[in-house]
Every structure is written in C-alpha cells, then in structure tokens.
C-alpha cells in the first residue's frame, strides 16, 4: 500500500487538500484439480480440492458441473476449509454426477478457475427391455433392444 497527498487550488487561492492509501490486489491463483486417472465406478467415492494459492483475500470459492451451480445433497457436499481451500465430496458415484467441474475462485481482483473431467462407469441397463414377439412369415419385424 501507498500513501497519496491530493491538493487542488483554484485562481482565488483556495485549496482542498486529501489522504488517501491506494494499495494494490492480486488475483488468485488455483491448483489445478482432477479426479485422477480414468473412470470411476459407479457406487464409489470422490473427493476433490480446490486450493488457493495466491491472491488476496477476502476469496469466494464456488463449484459447477457442466457451467451450473453444484447444489449439494445427500450424496454431494462441499466443505470450506479455511478461508483458501474448498472439499468437493462425492458419497456415491452415479451416472448423474459425470461430466466437467469447474471451481472457481474469486476476489476483488479478479478470478480463476480449474477444471476437472469425472467419467463414470455405469452397467448397461435396457432402455426398453426386448419381449417374445410373433411374426408373419415374409412381414417386416421390429423388435425392441
């Protein structure tokens, strides 16, 4: 921070005089974050940290999937641990929760943000379960799979 003296004086030899500190922020700055190597299957869990590691404070740190904001719930919670760091935490893996999140950190300065892909491993499921069907000799057939 800096100290600045600001004088003004008009024709008739009258001024105005102010103290003012001017101080400049720095932006944060975010580890990148990744779920690690590969799938995950579904049922098994995850956890992942957004760590800021510079930049002035006061930061807000948020989290996203697929550029909306995460809503937690019973299997989805985030923790601020700290006034730098955010725990994403992941119960129980489901199809739901695949796609790219994003945690982005914030402050007067600016922003950053990092982003990490969660694939998951789900068993096939039928969409529609295929059915004993009869057909005319020579007709068309659909059947269901």
């Known amino acids: 921070a800096a100290s600045y003296t600001c004088v003004a004086k008009n024709e008739e030899g009258y001024s105005a005089r102010s103290d003012l500190e001017v101080s400049v922020m720095e932006k944060p700055s975010i580890m990148p974050i990744s779920f690690g190597e590969g799938a995950v299957n579904e049922g098994e869990s995850r956890q992942i940290i ?16 697929q550029g909306e904001d995460l809503t937690p ?44 892909v969660l694939k998951v491993n789900v068993p096939p499921r039928w969409t529609v379960e295929p059915t ?4 005319a000799q020579g007709s068309d057939a659909k059947v269901d799979c």
Not at 82 to 109: D, E
Not at 132 to 135: H, I, N, R, S, T
């Open 50 to 65: 957004c760590a800021v590691i510079k930049g002035d404070e006061p930061i807000s740190i948020t989290w996203s999937l």
């Open 73 to 116: 719930g019973p299997d989805l919670t985030t923790t601020q641990l700290g006034t730098r760091t955010s725990l994403l935490m992941i119960s129980s893996v489901s199809y739901r929760h695949s796609g790219t999140y994003n945690c982005k950190a914030r402050n007067n300065a600016g922003e950053a943000s990092s982003t990490a």
């Open 132 to 135: 004993d069907k009869q057909f």
